[in-house]
Structures are given as structure tokens and as C-alpha cells.
């Protein structure tokens, strides 16, 4: 499930501005294919911040996170085409310092967030395999 909609992007950009940034196939309409991928590349961004606290994808989409899905993905179209603005960077820089502190757990979603080992213990596992070359190996 995506954290937002075309029809959402389409509502805070005006048609025009949309075409410009959306048209790759030049027949004068927006391509949803361009901005599905805007969306998916601004949701894959959310959840590399959210998930170090939340189960992702979120199932319950909070506004505040649907709020920076649009405005992510509208930065991946102005990315697309080369032309972004002033303040565009700077409502991307913003969003990405909310999710910064999303990560840090300064700031909560009103949502469950993912369970931590009981124990404490990291939930990452890994394992050392013996060297395979070096001086005594005999390679």
C-alpha cells in the first residue's frame, strides 16, 4: 500500500506544472507510470527512517507520513527532470530532518511501534566464517 496517491500529488500541483514534470512520453498528459515510481522511490525512502522503529510498510498510514510521501514524491519529479527549485530542496531538507528524528525516537507516529527483543539484545544476527585465504592457508 503506498503512503499516498497520484490524486493526492495531483491535488497540490496544478495540471500544468504536473505535465512538465510527469510527461516523459510528450503527449501532453501526466504518466502514471512516472509518478507511481515518484511514490514507490518516496516510500522506500520513508521506510528506511521509519523502520528502524515501526513494522514497515505502515498499515495504518498517519497523515504526517502521508503529508511526506506527497512531498517526497514530488521531489523525485522535479529530480526526474533536473529542475529543482529553492524551495522544493528545502521542504525535502525538512522532511528528511522529521524523518531523521522519527529514526532517533524524538518524534512518534500515534502508532504501535515494532517490538524489541525482550532481552535487549540486538535483532540482528551474523556469523564469522574462517578465513579462507592468508599465508597459512595454503592458497
Known sequence: ?????????????PADQLVR????????????DVLARAIADADALIDSYVGTRYSVPLS???DSIKLRSINIAIYFLYLGVRSVTDAVRAQHEDDLKWLEKIAAGAVALGIAEAPSPADG?????????????????GL
Not at 21 to 32: E, P, Q, W, Y
Open 1 to 13: 500500500m503506498a503512503y499516498c496517491t497520484q490524486s493526492d500529488i495531483e491535488d497540490r500541483i
Open 21 to 32: 514534470l510527469a510527461d516523459f512520453d510528450g503527449d501532453g498528459a501526466s504518466d502514471s
Open 60 to 62: 495504518t498510514v498517519p
Open 121 to 137: 539484545t540486538p535483532s540482528v544476527e551474523y556469523e564469522v566464517n574462517d578465513a579462507h585465504f592468508g599465508r597459512d592457508s
